[in-house]
């Protein structure tokens, strides 16, 4: 019987290849390419590029304070274009996040990450929750509750039978959505939705 060569447990990676040198042009390009593939903003933007620049110059030398000038040129010829708007991101990540049953909180400290200037912040999380904010924070916190099938949204088969059990579920859910960031009125109104 021949042995049968054996397999190796993982794939080799392949070797990261060395930065290429970093010019005017290049950080342009680079610039335009991440852009057109993902929405962002000035401040975030500028951290990637930056991020570049900094690698290439570890491998190649060079002058930060020259790379610093082409990302910033870079960034304000995008911004005058338009394709880079830090209040229209905000607004969209905004809404988008309390869609998905994100509290003003965790909005604030997702634009922040983002590099979106405060004002701006304030202004887009202003703006998403609508007129009145109890009841976008409600519909934020029912989304949460149905996006993570708990209280009436739980499938059936998943529902306890014994009273106690029954309660101590109940308990760890208002607790999960309170976690969330929610008001606890806010939370146990949630919970008592009905299940269309």
Not at 128 to 142: I, N, Q, R, T
Not at 160 to 175: C, H, I, V
């Amino acid at each position: 019987m021949e042995k049968q060569a054996e397999k190796p447990d993982s794939t080799p990676r392949r070797k990261r290849q060395p930065p290429r040198k970093m010019t005017r042009e290049r950080v342009f390009n680079i610039a335009k390419f991440h852009v057109e593939r993902f929405s962002t903003t000035t401040g975030h933007l500028r951290t990637v590029l930056m991020r570049r620049c900094d690698r290439a110059l570890h491998v190649h030398g060079g002058d930060r304070a020259e790379a610093a000038a082409w990302v910033d040129e870079a960034v304000q010829s995008l911004v005058r274009a338009g394709a880079i708007d830090d209040a229209r991101f905000a607004l969209a990540k905004a809404q988008a996040l309390r869609g998905r049953g994100r509290t003003a909180g965790r909005i604030k400290v997702a634009l922040m990450t983002k590099g979106v200037p405060r004002e701006l912040i304030d202004q887009a999380v202003a703006d998403s929750s609508g007129p009145d904010d109890d009841e976008a924070a409600y519909a934020s916190a029912l989304a949460y509750v149905r996006r993570r099938r708990l209280g009436p949204f739980r499938p059936k088969d998943r529902i306890k039978s014994d009273p106690k059990e029954l309660r101590n579920q109940a308990q760890k859910d208002l607790a999960a959505v309170v976690r969330a960031g929610f008001a606890f009125d806010i939370a146990r109104r949630a919970l008592k939705a009905d299940d269309d």
